[in-house]
């Protein structure tokens, strides 16, 4: 029988990447005499890459992007993110021994996150947990990605296993859209990357720590959901 799978975005869920990708965005900002992003606006910036992140930065400062100064400024802070991992990034507490606890019970875990790919592999390489997921998926393994409810089903499908037996978990709107779209309940931490508190988007269910993620609560969340 096809493995259930339990789903984690990365950053803001999984780990905290918040201090690295200040430091890269701002080393960006810096280069274009934009004055710094500081970490209480970090909420109104992070969510969907890289290239999103400077947009909302230079729409915070009120200023406008050139002609492909994107591009330009997206590859200058993915070299400095990519040379800094995995600087002061950590997974938050209780995660790794909640992905024991699903893979005791026979689960396997994957990563959903609309981080590049090879990004991601390296910062959990770097973390010394890669090992723990079947599958890492990024915002360029697949033609679409969150909120599209392929890149879920995606990840699902890569690590082998079954999507009427899954479960993801998100900290922002993006990832709860996705989820229901997928037709897959979605647990959602309180401590993430978002600008409005994540009860405002109706998840199944809020965390305020990992230690409250139980195999118990997925399965009656999946239940919930065949019924």
Do not use: W
């Not at 938050?92 to 019970?105: K, L, S, T, W």
């Not at 959602?188 to 988007?201: I, Q, S």
């Amino acid at each position: 029988m096809t493995a259930p799978i339990i789903v984690f975005d990365l950053d803001g869920t999984l780990v905290h990447t918040a201090p690295d990708l200040l430091d890269s965005l701002n080393h960006c900002l810096a280069s274009v005499d934009i004055a710094p992003v500081h970490e209480n606006e970090i909420n109104r910036i992070v969510g969907f890459g890289s290239r999103v992140m400077i947009e909302r930065a230079y729409a915070v400062r009120q200023r406008q992007l050139a002609p492909g100064q994107l591009d330009e400024l997206q590859a200058m802070f993915l070299e400095h993110y990519t040379d800094n991992v995995p600087g002061r990034s950590h997974p938050y507490p209780g995660v790794i021994e909640a992905i024991a606890r699903f893979q005791d019970a026979g689960y396997v875990a994957a990563i959903c996150t609309n981080k590049l790919e090879g990004m991601s592999k390296s910062l959990l390489s770097a973390l010394g947990i890669a090992q723990h997921f079947k599958a890492i998926c990024g915002s360029d393994t697949f033609p679409v990605r969150k909120p599209d409810p392929g890149h879920l089903l995606s990840t699902i499908a890569m690590a082998g296993a079954d999507p009427n037996r899954a479960v993801m978990v998100g900290d922002s709107r993006t990832d709860i859209d996705t989820a229901k779209a997928a037709g897959i309940p979605v647990v959602a931490v309180d401590f993430g990357y978002t600008d409005r508190h994540v009860r405002e988007f109706e998840p199944s269910r809020i965390i305020s720590h990992f230690d409250e993620l139980s195999v118990e609560m997925a399965e009656g969340l999946m239940a919930a959901t065949a019924a």
